[in-house]
């Protein structure tokens, strides 16, 4: 979550969103060339994932230690407050932090052997390849390789993967690592260590995890939702027993020592991108009003009765996994009033592994393209917006017009992508159910 208070207008910050922007539109031209050459479906995954991974590197290394830029604010949080683990403090308890309990236990472990942030940096592009991998691999079941291949490529490419995953550091990664090991764990056997173990998995990451916990658990045994809610509910038992909040929508800043920095609350925070963000400058109660959440929660609902009835269908375990976290992360962008685009990654991996399956739906993959494109330009002339409007700056009339006017595409499009994942998911369904009838009926030929 990136800091909204007392932020400030300088020429560093302005040359960062600069350089973002160049590199969404160059990003965005490279993946529509893929898409357009599948040049990816030529090159095997391990050799894409081992050329990107040294890339990323070197990319990262300039950027902390030669650019002289300043780092993301998220990743300099993150590691001041794995350093108040590592003192003796606990999440929830001694500072808030919106994660999992023990997310900060993990980004300190990097710490014990370099107190650095390209130690948290080095571990989020690690978990982030990881998971990758792992989805890739759980996605052969049904996806032929090439197309594989260049869903591989297309994600590295993807707008929203390099600017926010790469260069925005988010924690975001640890959730395509979730997505990735819940793929993995489709298999039978140990049913009640696999349910504990993304037991584990949701308090090592977000309440977003769920998005992929719950088809994980539709699809699995009963002892693998007895094994998640035993993790589940003895971590947080372990969590009042320490003392400490379950669960908090509040980022401490105090290790800034700056008393007049607040925590940073993202209970009714509304973000650029979604309707919540037009609708409350007409209405701006809307602002500390639980509608937008409510709204929000009412359409996660009905996505995961798409979704349930999908899974007794008969569906492929994989691709119910991944097509319902792409669906729930949409209907969350589309109803949800805190909408970054770091919280899309999910999404551009589901669908890219999961669309290509069915070829009616392949003719969408250039408008996911388009959906990371819009929504990254919309991000970055929101942040110099609001930065502009904090340091008192005079925004030009053409300025606002364009920022509020490109919110506009970025909902129909976000809108339209789920509408799309949930097409697909029911498409998924109906073919599953006539697979399962299919035995069953009489032959109109035969009949007498």
């Known amino acids: 979550m990136e800091q909204t208070a007392h932020a400030t207008l300088n020429a560093s910050e302005v040359l960062i969103l600069v350089v973002r922007t160049s590199v969404v539109l ?15 479906a030529r090159w095997p995954i391990r050799y894409q994932l081992a050329a990107w991974f040294v890339i990323r590197l070197c990319g990262l290394v300039f950027l ?15 590691k001041a407050q794995a350093n108040l683990v590592l003192e003796g403090q606990m999440p929830n308890r001694d500072f808030a932090t919106p994660y999992g309990w023990l997310f900060t236990y993990l980004l300190a472990g990097p710490l014990l052997i370099a107190n650095h942030a390209f130690s948290i940096a080095l571990l989020f592009q ?25 869903a591989c490529l297309l994600y590295l490419l993807n707008p929203a993967i390099v600017v926010c995953y790469w260069f925005g550091l988010q924690e975001e990664v640890l959730l395509i690592l979730g997505l990735g090991l819940l793929t993995a764990m489709l298999g039978g056997g140990r049913d009640l260590a696999k349910g504990i173990a993304a037991g584990v998995l949701f308090h090592a990451t977000k309440l977003l995890s769920l998005w992929s916990i ?16 035993l993790a589940f509910l003895g971590i ?44 409350s400058r007409a209405v701006p109660l809307l602002k500390r009003s639980p509608v937008p959440n ?25 691709v119910l996994v991944l097509s319902s976290t792409g669906l729930f992360t949409l209907v969350f962008l589309v109803f949800g009033s805190l909408t970054p685009p770091y919280f899309m990654g999910t999404a551009v ?15 969408y993959l250039p408008w996911l393209i388009l959906w990371t494109a819009v929504a990254l330009v919309n991000y970055n002339l929101g942040a110099l917006h609001f930065r502009m409007t904090a340091s008192s700056v005079s925004i030009p009339a053409w300025f606002s017009t364009l920022h509020y006017g490109l919110q506009v595409p970025q909902i129909l499009l976000t809108a339209m992508m789920a509408w799309i994942a949930a ?14 009838t299919r035995p069953c009926r009489r032959n109109p030929a035969t009949a007498e």
Do not use: M
Not at 214 to 229: D, M, N, Q, S, Y
Not at 298 to 313: C, E, G, K, Q, T
């Open 294 to 318: 409510l709204v929000a929660l009412v359409a996660l609902a009905a996505a995961a009765f798409v979704v349930w009835r999908a899974a007794r269908s008969g569906i492929d375990p994989a």
């Open 423 to 436: 097409r697909f998911v029911c498409a998924e369904g109906a073919a599953a159910t006539d697979r399962e």
């Open 64 to 78: 902390v230690f030669f650019s002289g830029l300043r780092l993301p604010g998220d990743i300099v949080a993150y």
């Open 214 to 229: 719950f088809p994980f658990l539709l699809v699995k045994r009963p002892a693998t939702a007895i094994g998640f809610a």
């Open 349 to 363: 991996l589901a669908l890219l592994v999961t669309l290509p399956k069915r070829e009616e739906f392949r003719k």
């Open 236 to 279: 947080f038992g372990l969590i009042a027993l320490a003392g400490a909040s379950p669960v908090s929508f509040k980022f401490s800043r105090g290790w800034q020592n700056d008393p007049a920095v607040p925590d940073d609350d993202i209970s009714h925070r509304i973000t650029y991108g979604n309707a919540w963000y037009l609708a």
């Open 26 to 40: 160059w990003c965005t031209a490279l993946s529509f060339a893929a898409w357009r050459w599948p040049v990816g």
């Open 126 to 150: 690690v978990c982030e390849f990881v998971g990758l991998a792992l989805v890739l691999r759980g996605a052969r079941r049904f996806l032929t390789a090439p197309w594989a291949r260049n």
